[in-house]
């Protein structure tokens, strides 16, 4: 408590009774609502800042942020993936109840966030830079935001819908618009601007080309896990495709590694190529940070405005041999956050305590005066801020990964000792010693001597889970079937036409392929939808391989009455539907046929008769899968028959 009096003598509010925090200065100073810049980038790892000791790079400027405010070392996120945390972040709320479970999903704008919220307040709002989130932006007097994941070189991007060419580097130009509109803001309120990057996600080679010679002749030092080799783990942890390991990422580079260059030598070579690239991404981010606080600085705003400084999630900088996110493993799990305001937060401070990005909003909220709404389910951190920890600060929290990417869906518990994963599809555990074993690499689920702490964890876990109403899995519970090699998210059942598929978000049973079909591929079957209301749909899905975002699904929306070619992700989104209207009888039998050409790259879905034509987006070599799947329906199919060579 006596650092908390210090603080609080520092800023004049000594003689003011200690309860209820949140209201000193509001009460105090009632015209003194702060502003707010909340500055995030995208993909940028902790590690890859000097304030957190980086031993690859320098950030003078992000620094500057943890030297005169707070920088916290246990800020975690709920579901490590750009859209997703992005939803998080602005409504306070978990992914399952904002909607945006994976990058597929749209927005839906007329829910409660923190900007609208400021807004009512009398704040003025504003986002400059990514948004992510396909919908068009709400609650915020100015937008001006990239259409997507947007470009690093001359980007287009969308002014209050309009849509601009701009000239240019995207995190200059991102930097720039920022301060045109704090220049030409109305002002006489407070504002709250989120200055969002594109950098530092890729392309990792559209790094800025004055920062082209930036550490060509330098040697990054290795994570000590480069070369893991996974082996004290299950096969589950273990393994993640190309969008994960090192030495699979060579299409992401300009570069090719050298010819005949192979295992341990392989990995190393792409961990130098790849993350030289990545800081070169950092460094212009840096730099353009430093703008932005010069700006505070020459305006006079510096004293009132609450800056923070954070990132979507985690990144993997090398550690197991990947670079990507998306587990709850540390390396993703964790983001930087740094909080930047003279008046209430004692400059160079450190806090350890476990907050979210679902604290966000209510901790804005709370800097602004403004009760937090119940339905957000993050908790303010003010008063960690203001150098005070209550004695109820949570000391577990709870994460879950959708399974996309070619990750399997898994939640879990982390405590600050431990950390409990679960993965429902495969029905797997795993359990790491955080203390004992902070690199995550011996799983003591099954050990007997942390039988009673895995029980614990059990039970933890799932107060959590009813706690943020998260009771179900991403759908139906997953059951094997002998005809199929892969059923995932879904259950198969015999039926007189064939098999009933009783999917969840992401239903799908697959089989291989008689031999991978290398030139061109007909897949026939017949559907009906077993679905009364709800959801009717059916597809016959194939790809190279059975993940999810590999796969093309050809069917039938039949309650939209329409027929549809949906390519998985990444990037699968609404925009990568094909669909043609139709007229039918929605409790039919379709006939559907998909003729796919591996040469041309085309496909023709062709149902009772009416074909629909797409392009084959991405180059595959073969199709090696082939199957059915029903999207939260239930759906009877008759047996595929495929041909092809
Ligand atoms: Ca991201």
Redesign the pocket.
Known sequence: MSTRRTFLKSVGLAAVPLARPGRLLADAEPKGRPNILFIMS??HAALATSCYGSRINTTPHIDRLAREGMRFTNCLCTNS??AP?RAVILTGRYSHLNGITDNRRRFDGSQQTFPKLLQKAGYETAIVGKWHLKSPPTGFDYWNVLPGQGRYRNPVMLEMGEKKTHQGYATDIITDEAIRWLKRRKGGRPFCLLCHHKAV?GPVDHFDPKHAKLYEDARLPEPPTLHDDYRTRSKAAAAPGHFFRLEAMGRHLRAQPPKGLAGKALRSWMYQEFFKRYLRLVASLDENIGRLLDHLDAAGLAANTVVVYTS??GFFLGEHGWFN?MWIYEESLRMPLLVRYPKEIKAGSVNADMVLNLDFAPTLLDFAGVPRPAEMQGRSFLSLLRGHAPEDWRGSMYYHYYGHYGVAEHYGVRTRRHKLIHFPSIGAWKLFDLEKDPRELHNVYGDPAYASVAEQLKAELARLRKQFGDTDTAGAPTTAHPDFAVVRDGQVKASKLGYTLTGGRDGLALRKTPKPFTTRAVLHCKLRSLGKGGRQNGFISFGPDPAPEHLVHCGVYIKAGQYVIIHGGPGGSEDERVTKDATFDASKTFDVTVAVDLVQRSITLTVDGVALKAPLRKPWQAIGYFGYAAHNAATDFSKLEAKGE
């Open positions: 995208d993909d993936l750009c945390s996600h979507d999630q996110k």
